[in-house]
Every structure is written in C-alpha cells, then in structure tokens.
C-alpha cells in the first residue's frame, strides 16, 4: 500500500520538478526590463529618502545600531 | 527527473580568448548589413551595450577615442546594441554620440553566440578573427587595460 502510494506521488512530482529544468534564466543582455526605473525596489528616490528619514528619526525604526532620533522628528 | 535534469540544455561556453566566434552579421542603423568578417585584417574591438545599462554609456565614449587614436593603425569598434525597441538605441545615440559602426541586434543573436557573461562586455579580436582579449563590465580605470591589449595586437604579426 505505501509503496503504491509512493510510486503515485513519484510521478507527479517528477512531472513538476521537470517543468522546472525548462525555465531558462535570464540571460543579461536580456535585463531591459529588469533595469527599468519602475523594477526597482524603491522606484523613486525622492520618495525613498523621505520614507528612510521618517523611519530613522520619528519612528526610530531603521537607521544606525546605536543611534536614532528620540521620537521628536526634529532631526 | 533525473532524466530531465540531463535534458536540460547545458548554458553555452562563454568565448574565450583563443576562440573565434562563428560568422556574424546585423544591420547598421540605416539598415545596411555589417559582417564580422567583412573586418578580417583589423583589430576589432566588438563592444556590447544597451541603452538600460549605465557602464556601456560610459564605455563608449572611451572607445570611441581609442578608435580615433589607433583607428589608422588597423584597430575598429563595432557597438552590438542589444536593445530590444530601436528607439531605446537611438535615443541613446544622440545623447552619447560615436563614430565606430553601431549594429542592431534586438533579438540577441550576436550575445548568444559569444555566450555574454554580463554586460557591458568587449571582445577584443585579433587580425585573424580570434580573440585576444575580453573584458566584462567596465570603470574608467579599465581603459588603459583596454587600450594595452590593443596595442599589443596591432604589434603582433600575423600568425605571431
């Protein structure tokens, strides 16, 4: 009985995993896309900045291991 | 699966200074055709770049001076755009403005045959159509690299 159960599991996973040996990478002449401003994690800087300076020196939830603001967001 | 692991295709030896890449052509910008081996007997320098990648624009201008500096000595640049949209490689172009032939190559069959391993990436070739030389990625300091191995090419004897 296991090994039925085995054998029936084998083959559809055999069938996913070489599903996966068929995707080709990107290769990097091919990165256009990826490059594009809107790809990136933080897209705008301006924007990213500002979200950093609120997280370091009014939430005190990022920023150098020692040091943050106080909370006041005068810094 | 074991099986399909040893299907899978195998990623192509990237082309190593001693190679020589296969025959290859693409069209210029105003459409006439350029041949990799229409420059046998030169020095080429075939330089990769797209308009998505900051280094290749910062190349290009440098290898543009090399061309002028050596280009009576033997030595040409061809620029390989990978850009897939023409106007992206146009764009550029008027903004980082070169003499050396520019070639389009939207669907990337220049990359392939040398196996790029990044971009930006130069192949320098030798009179014989063999490379001599390759350089992935590019900062200033590179240049004087770049420019040795070139020198060094266009003393070398044929067959030497």
């Known amino acids: 009985m296991k090994r039925t159960i085995l054998g029936a599991m084998t083959v559809p996973l055999a069938l996913v995993c070489s599903a996966c040996v068929t995707i080709e990478p990107v290769q990097p002449w091919q990165r256009g896309d990826l490059a594009r401003a809107e790809m990136a994690f933080e897209p705008d800087p301006v924007q990213a900045a500002y979200r950093r300076h609120v997280e370091f020196s009014k939430e005190a939830a990022s920023g150098g291991a020692t040091l943050s603001g106080g909370g006041c967001g005068c810094n | 699966m074991a099986l399909a692991l040893l299907c899978a295709v195998p990623p192509a030896m990237a082309?190593?200074?001693g190679d020589a890449p296969p025959a290859l052509s693409a069209p210029r910008l105003d459409g006439s055709e350029l041949a990799l081996a229409t420059r046998r007997g030169q020095v080429v320098y075939v330089d990769f770049w797209a308009s998505w990648?900051?280094?290749c624009l910062q190349a290009m201008p440098a290898l543009d001076a090399l061309q002028d500096r050596y280009g009576a000595e033997g030595f040409t640049v061809i620029g390989v755009n990978v850009d897939t949209e023409r106007a992206a490689a146009v764009k550029m172009l008027e903004r980082v403005a070169v003499d050396f032939d520019i070639v389009l190559d939207p669907q990337g069959v220049?990359?392939?045959?040398?196996?790029?391993?990044a971009m930006p990436s130069g192949?320098?070739?030798d009179r014989e159509g063999v490379v001599r030389f390759v350089k992935t990625g590019y900062r200033t300091k590179d240049l004087p690299l770049i420019e040795a191995a070139v020198q060094r090419e266009l003393k070398r004897q044929p067959g030497g």
Not at chain 2, 110 to 117: G, I, R, S, V
């Open chain 2, 53 to 55: 990648c900051a280094p």
């Open chain 2, 110 to 117: 220049w990359p392939q045959a040398f196996a790029l391993p």
């Open chain 2, 15 to 17: 082309l190593q200074p």
């Open chain 2, 123 to 125: 192949y320098l070739l």
